[in-house]
């Protein structure tokens, strides 16, 4: 009898494991769960879902404003001759980059791969590519309403500017591109591009964020907090205007 009972349950256990064992596989191959994560470009532009969130992932690209300690990308208030600060990191390395740049430690070394933050003039083409992406298939999302459209289209062209903004803040003069989606493919000469001027760059930028902020909204809700709205476009006009 007490066989009888240790066979039974082992059979249960065996069947338990098995049914474990195949609702495992069937999770492994089940992929819908990745699709936010991994999808081709094609994918983004399917419906509105889609393109609102690759055009928020553009502009979850720029680098956090918030870290001025030894994690800046700009050199920041400090570098000038007038500022002092007796804060160190390991050693005697500065816990702001303004000191690096006060003190003559900057050379394109610096900016190089082993200090990357300070180095963002080509992640800012990557948000402008993607926003010049977005704003030549506006049209092909499925179900887009009119409104939808003319939102995205003001967040993405305020995105795109900023991108403009911080280039020319911190680098001076831009490429400017237009509208244009640079091929990633091409031959060296087709990257050689011109700089624009310093006054062509402040027009086009300026004239990006008035274009924007005729489609943003003129309050953000609680919900929205954070969203860019009309008066955080002509705010960024004001103060480039003041340089």
């Not at 393109?51 to 502009?59: F, Q, R, S, V």
């Not at 506006?138 to 991108?163: K, V």
């Not at 060296?188 to 591009?193: K, L, Q, S």
Request: charged share 25%.
């Amino acid at each position: 009898m007490k066989t009888s009972v240790i066979k039974r349950i082992v059979r249960v256990a065996i069947m338990f494991q098995l049914i474990v064992m195949a609702t495992s596989c069937k999770d492994y191959l089940e992929i819908d769960e990745y699709f936010d994560d991994e999808f081709n470009i094609d994918s983004a532009f399917a419906n509105p879902r889609n393109i609102e969130a690759y055009m928020w992932g553009a502009a979850a690209m720029f680098p956090d404003e918030s870290n001025t300690i030894r994690l800046g990308f700009t050199p920041g208030p400090m570098a000038t001759d007038e500022g002092l600060n007796g804060l160190t990191g390991g050693g005697s390395s500065n816990v702001y980059y303004g000191m690096d740049f006060a003190t003559g430690r900057i050379s394109p070394d610096f900016f190089g791969d082993s200090n990357p933050n300070l180095n963002q003039w080509g992640n800012y083409y990557k948000i402008i590519r993607k926003c010049n992406s977005i704003l030549q298939n506006l049209d092909r999302p499925r179900g887009m309403t009119n409104a939808d459209r003319l939102r995205i289209e003001g967040y993405t062209r305020f995105i795109r500017a900023y991108a403009y903004y911080n280039i020319l803040v911190d680098y001076g003069p831009a490429i400017l591109l237009g509208d244009e989606v640079v091929n990633t493919n091409e031959a060296i000469e087709y990257y050689d591009r011109t700089r624009a001027t310093y006054d062509e760059t402040m027009e086009y930028t300026c004239g990006e964020f008035e274009k924007a902020a005729q489609l943003l909204p003129r309050e953000v809700s609680l919900l929205d907090f954070g969203r860019p709205s009309k008066g955080a476009a002509f705010a960024l006009v004001a103060r480039l205007r003041l340089i």
